[in-house]
């Protein structure tokens, strides 16, 4: 006698899988692969020309789950991009997102057109699927590769705000193949997506920051998942409306990173797992779809359009886009060689064939094998090109060194820093940089150590520093202030800030930092 559900021997597999791919995923770097390849791979392994072991058949289930897994990563790219990066990157990210997409589809286009025996509407198709670079793919990258401050913005900008149009595009293009609409219609679609899904996206965005912010859920665990209905409301309105889900999704998670200061940290930590769930997961049934044994059918054709679009087509759309902005030749070349293409191209492959057009499924082998080349190639050197060409990580006088964390309930904010040695801190006592009023250091984080702040212990490079400020308004913007002024009123080098209002409590005072007679211990060594 047994009792089970249906549902069983799914739940084991999938549990199983996700297992495996996020074990896998901790050797990446040591195996000095991109883990969407490992995914992949992991997919293919134990799909029908592998192992067998898990069978997928009905291309929309996954289309459906892509759309999930790109709302939940859109979503979290928006929350993660900052105010400042916005601001800094919003004109040449948005060109790349816009003008950057086309440019590319159309340019992969010709040479698709030119190079392989396809019809110029599959050519065109093709070149639309693969013109937005993937979200997921280039996010994941920036947490590994340390790139200049506008630079990640603009990569983080383009990824969050291009697969809009590439979606725009790619349904454009199949509605011309299979039902031969109007000019005015495809004009008409082509401006309400992308509009209608940045109103409505702003729209909740806002609603979301207002109800956020005053409503008491009686679990902290509460907030995030209400974070992320409201996502799905901003997606389900703008499609409904006519309007772009995914730009709408994104925007909506600008609005709430940007706003909400309480319980921003949970709501960002359990939106970060909860997209790297949804990226596993979408490149595991992505490589449960493909067929190993087609992809050698496809390989010369697929191998043309990847040379096409990473050395002639990104390359002139991200000089198109950028020179403008005067960005240098050097970082242009990291945006081309970072354009990484991933799940996103693929999902997109997958709507000609539930659409019913004729060469659904070469393009879907063909896009695919794109994406392997790119995941691999690209995704796997990027960190050593950005070596080779002499691009390093920047830190002006200017950049915010501090993040505030609100403490809930009360007016109140705990803000982190972390000591690094271009900070005039860096090597002084705490009886030497005194804090100002109103602020209070709680403890000092010193690798595994918790070092209870004295007079003299002495702040080195990579200590974090926990500082609770009374008054949160502008609490990251002050402390560091504070972290890049010399004391006595003299500033770092190039530092844009004037001299802190707060009156500095008097040298070798306890309140800042507790007790001021301390162990000597507490110095480096």
């Not at 040449?92 to 992969?108: D, H, K």
């Not at 087509?313 to 070349?333: K, S």
């Not at 972290?483 to 209002?501: M, N, Q």
Request: glycine fraction near 10%; proline fraction near 6%.
């Amino acid at each position: 006698m047994s009792v089970g559900s249906s549902i069983d021997p799914v739940v084991l597999a999938a549990s199983a899988l996700l297992a495996v791919a996020i074990i896998v995923a901790s050797y990446s770097q040591r195996l000095q692969a991109p883990s969407a390849l490992l995914f992949l791979g992991i997919g293919m392994l134990v799909g029908d020309e592998g192992l067998a072991l898990v069978t997928v058949a009905d291309e929309r289930i996954v289309q459906n789950l892509g759309v999930v897994a790109l709302i939940v990563i859109l979503f979290e790219g928006g929350l993660t991009t900052k105010p400042t990066d916005l601001r800094r990157a919003a004109g040449p990210g948005g060109a790349l997102a816009t003008v950057g997409v086309v440019t590319t589809a159309a340019v992969t286009a010709f040479g698709a057109w030119l190079l392989l025996d396809v019809s110029p509407i599959t050519a065109a198709l093709l070149g639309a699927v693969v013109a937005s670079t993937d979200a997921a793919a280039v996010f994941s990258t920036l947490r590994s590769v340390r790139l200049p401050t506008r630079l990640a913005a603009i990569l983080k900008v383009e990824s969050g705000a291009n697969d809009p149009f590439a979606v725009v595009l790619t349904l454009g293009l199949l509605e011309i193949a299979l039902a031969s609409p109007s000019v005015a219609s495809l004009t008409l679609f082509a401006v309400l997506q992308p509009v209608l899904g940045a109103a409505i996206g702003g729209l909740v965005g806002l609603g979301a920051v207002r109800v956020l912010r005053a409503v008491r859920l009686p679990a902290e665990g509460l907030y995030p998942l209400l974070a992320f209905a409201f996502a799905g409301v901003s997606y389900g309105a703008a499609a409904a409306a006519g309007g772009s889900g995914f730009l709408a999704v994104y925007v909506t998670g600008l609005f709430i990173g940007g706003l909400v200061r309480r319980r921003r940290r949970g709501i960002r930590d359990f939106h970060e797992g909860l997209a790297n769930a949804a990226e596993i997961t979408l490149f595991l049934v992505l490589g449960l779809l493909v067929f190993p044994s087609r992809l050698a059918d496809v390989a010369v054709a697929g191998l043309l359009v990847a040379l096409v679009l990473t050395f002639v087509a990104r390359p002139l759309a991200t000089a198109l886009c950028l020179t403008p902005f005067r960005v240098p030749w050097r970082e242009q070349t990291v945006v081309a060689w970072g354009g990484l293409r991933g799940a996103v191209p693929i999902v997109l492959a997958t709507f000609p064939i539930t659409a019913g057009f004729a060469e659904g499924r070469v393009l879907f082998d063909v896009v695919f094998f794109v994406v392997l080349v790119s995941t691999l190639v690209q995704g796997s050197t990027i960190a050593r090109v950005v070596g080779w060409l002499g691009i390093k990580a920047d830190r002006p006088a200017w950049a915010p060194v501090a993040e505030a964390l609100p403490i809930d309930e009360v007016e109140a904010d705990m803000v982190e820093v972390i000591v690094t040695p271009d900070l005039p801190v860096a090597g002084r006592s705490l009886r030497d940089v005194p804090l100002p009023e109103g602020m209070l250091l709680a403890a000092i984080v010193r690798q595994e150590r918790v070092i209870v702040p004295r007079g003299d212990a002495i702040l080195v490079p990579d200590d974090l520093l926990l500082i609770v400020v009374q008054d949160p308004d502008r609490a990251a913007e002050r402390v560091t202030v504070w972290a890049r002024s010399e004391v006595g009123g003299r500033h770092s080098t190039g530092a844009a800030w004037t001299r802190p209002r707060h009156r500095p409590a008097r040298r070798g005072a306890s309140a800042p930092y507790g007790p001021t007679t301390g162990s000597s211990e507490d110095a480096p060594s």
